[in-house]
């Protein structure tokens, strides 16, 4: 089945979606994206992911093309014509186009492209055996808080990784303290059992699934810290796992070849995991 895309009031063949040249997103990584997870035809965690890209938007100054409501329209009729169920709908939206100039007129048409696309489930094992690691240096600019479609060091960095045999990057700033991942949240279980994450700020993106795994967190009674934690801290930590809309939790067990635990995922973090699993479904 041919995949159908939304762009600027239209829907399209995913293969047909077009936007003009001198669009801003393209000329300039001037745009803001949400990618939000569906199960079982819900969009899981809605009003968080609009708060977060009417913050982004307002950051950058960016019009919304459209209220919240005909915004949701468009994203249920998005997933009914790919027909899923379980999948990610992809939200991006520019300032729009005009002549290609560093500064921009006011009050541009922005421009709207969705895309939508089945999730294929991991399978038991795979999470079991979990993912590794590498750490490098955090090269990004410093309003990693606000969801750009600016990702050059993210992608340079998960190709680094992919290339080093590891799945995923996670960055360091210049005190040695991890931050995140190039497209996830970075959390460990410390030597005394609390459950780390980094606190909200500036230098990482406030991840709407990160902030259900808190609450969840809350839930079971579970220790946690919101804070910075070192390279070091994290490659002897007990159990370490990212988490995002698209990876869910997925479980680390080697950060820059060293083996976290006994090499498997960790007890804790299966625990969160079945307890999100209950929460989506």
Not at 191 to 197: C, F, N
Request: charged fraction near 20%; aromatic fraction near 8%.
């Amino acid at each position: 089945m041919s995949r159908i895309a939304y762009v600027n009031g239209r829907y399209v063949g995913h293969g047909e979606a077009r936007v003009h040249i001198e669009d801003r997103g393209y000329q300039f990584s001037d745009g803001v994206y949400e990618v939000i997870l569906v199960q079982n035809g819900k969009l899981i965690d809605e009003d968080a992911h609009h708060q977060r890209l009417q913050k982004s938007l307002k950051s950058l100054g960016i019009n919304a093309p459209m209220k919240r409501g005909p915004l949701t329209q468009v994203i249920n009729q998005l997933i009914k014509r790919n027909k899923f169920s379980n999948g990610i709908v992809y939200i991006q939206i520019t300032r729009g186009v005009a002549p290609r100039e560093h500064s921009f007129p006011i009050n541009l048409k922005p421009s709207l492209v969705m895309t939508a696309r089945r999730l294929p489930p991991k399978s038991q094992s795979a999470i079991e055996a979990g993912v590794k690691v590498i750490t490098l240096e955090d090269i990004r600019w410093k309003r990693c808080d606000i969801k750009t479609v600016s990702l050059l060091p993210n992608i340079l960095g998960k190709q680094k990784a992919r290339e080093q045999g590891a799945y995923e990057a996670w960055m360091v700033d210049e005190n040695r303290l991890i931050t995140e991942g190039t497209s996830t949240n970075a959390w460990i279980v410390s030597s005394d059992g609390a459950l780390v994450t980094s606190e909200l700020g500036s230098h990482i993106l406030s991840g709407v699934t990160r902030k259900t795994f808190i609450q969840i967190a809350a839930e079971l009674n579970i220790p946690y810290e919101e804070r910075q934690f070192s390279v070091e801290e994290a490659e002897n930590s007990r159990e370490a796992f990212f988490t995002s809309s698209t990876s869910f939790l997925t479980p680390v067990t080697e950060i820059n070849g060293k083996v976290i635990g006994n090499g498997k995922a960790g007890s804790l973090s299966l625990s969160l995991l079945n307890s999100y699993f209950n929460y989506i479904n």
